[in-house]
């Protein structure tokens, strides 16, 4: 029996992994092009998401649980690599634009440009490591390890944190989450593409979990990932005790929504006593934001019913159509990702929860604009539709009526009308006008 079932997975998992290989490119490439401009920006939003002048060079923070490395790891890695670490290791990275003299005040303009020249890819310079979070040191942290580790890196970076608070008009901390197969580095060049397309508004902290460098490390990442939420969970209670952020919101991507998931179920399951209006409050947790989301649609549903909406303000999955990578990860554990979660794929009553739930959005993007460039997973970045309306929702916490998204039908999902771009320059008046 074994043995059958080993020769029917064998050929779909080595498809899958080939597929997903090509997809990815082999292997990760150290930096990153800057995603192009958020289509809020051709709208002449600028002033409405923030003054876009980052500091020189641009000093990006991080979390991570990836073990440390004095040389090279096997696959190149550099400062961390793609093994667990356990604790959780806070500090700040240099971000800058690969080997060319251009500033991050100089990059204000080029990066508005909806047809850039030249290119303008992303690189981490250097890396600057506060030390080890006290609250991730625990029973089980080797001792010579746990008597090193006091309260001045924790203090440190919390100190950090409320820097960037204090000088923003915007007071809220912003953490993004990636998905599988990349080196410690691209988590904080996406955060940093992130905190400049909110004009540095608030605080971003890239958690970057030990995703492995590797084409066949799939199976391996997808159980890293929900051993590392651990590690976010001690983060996200650490900024909501000790920290003055009005809310915290998760940006998570493909198989790091599995990290988030699993810390906020956590979470729910902690506080399960609690009257459910109040939970959020004690998390402070706001927007979540889940983009092709690499997991079980059955395991978010029992989530669910664990009280997992009850942690944050908002959850929001975004979700495709045209996602392949998604499609063979559905094909290769025979159930559906909620990332594939479209229109007409909701039984009646999963539909009447979603339209009942004011915590649950679906968003589907198969009407943005570049929504299914590349195998199509990674459209929160390629798209300037879904970046913008992202964007929107960070900055300004709007419904998605508000900000330009439409309802059709009976279906509960938002979807992006063909006047889009039009709706939102309204949406971006009025977020205009409130702030002043």
């Known amino acids: 029996m ?10 779909v998992l080595s498809t899958f992994l080939a597929l997903l290989a090509a997809g990815c490119g082999g292997n ?6 800057m995603m192009p401009a958020p289509a809020v920006y051709g709208s002449g939003g600028g002033e409405a998401l923030g003054h876009l002048s980052g500091p020189e060079p641009l000093d990006m923070l991080y979390v991570t649980n990836r073990a440390p490395v004095t040389e090279r790891g096997q696959h190149g890695e550099r400062h961390y690599s793609g093994e667990r670490g356990y604790l959780l290791r806070a500090g700040s990275a240099d971000i800058a634009f690969g080997d060319t003299d251009v500033t991050w005040d100089e990059a204000r ?12 890819p992303l690189e981490v310079k250097g890396i600057n490591e506060t030390g080890i979070l006290r609250n991730s040191v625990s029973l089980f942290t080797p001792e010579d390890i746990a008597a090193t580790v006091d309260d001045t890196p924790t203090r440190a970076f919390l100190e950090a944190i409320e820097q960037r608070l204090a000088r923003s008009s915007m007071k809220d901390i912003f953490i993004y989450v990636h998905g599988y197969k990349v ?18 508004e608030g605080a971003v902290v890239a ?23 651990w590690g976010l969970r001690q983060l996200l209670e650490l900024l909501a005790r ?5 809310r915290i919101h998760i940006v998570g991507y493909s198989a790091g929504t599995r990290v988030v998931l699993t ?24 927007n979540v934001i889940l983009v092709g989301s690499d997991v079980d649609t059955g395991l978010v549903a029992s989530y669910m019913l664990d009280g997992l909406l009850y942690t944050q303000d908002r959850l929001t999955f975004y979700t495709s159509p045209g996602d392949q990578a998604l499609k063979l990860s559905k094909r290769l554990f025979s159930h559906r990702r909620f990332g594939q979660v479209v229109p007409g794929s909701l039984d009646e009553r999963m539909r009447q929860f979603a339209h009942a739930s004011s915590r649950l959005l679906l968003v589907d993007v198969e009407d943005a604009d570049h929504f299914d460039d590349g195998n199509g997973h990674a459209y929160f970045r390629k798209s300037p539709w879904v970046s913008s309306d992202i964007l929107m929702t960070l900055r300004f916490d709007l419904a998605p009526g508000t900000r330009g998204l439409e309802q059709r039908d009976t279906s509960p999902f938002w979807r992006f009308p063909a006047d889009y ?8 008046d009025a977020a205009r006008m409130a702030r002043q």
């Open 28 to 33: 990760p490439p150290r930096g990153i092009e």
């Open 242 to 246: 000790e920290t003055s952020a009005r």
């Open 109 to 120: 303009k080029i990066s508005l440009l909806k047809n850039r020249p030249g290119s303008f």
């Open 183 to 200: 080196i410690f580095e691209n988590p904080l060049l996406v955060s940093s593409e992130l905190w400049h397309f909110l004009g540095y």
């Open 207 to 229: 958690f970057s979990w030990p995703s492995t460098p590797a084409t066949f490390a799939y199976m391996k990442d997808i159980e890293t990932a929900r051993v590392s939420a």
């Open 263 to 286: 810390a906020l179920h956590e979470m729910a399951l902690q506080h399960q006593c609690d009257r459910p209006e109040a939970i959020s409050d004690t998390t402070r947790l706001g």
């Open 421 to 428: 771009h039009q709706r939102f320059e309204t949406a971006l």
């Open 2 to 11: 074994k043995i059958a079932v080993s020769r029917a997975l064998g050929p």
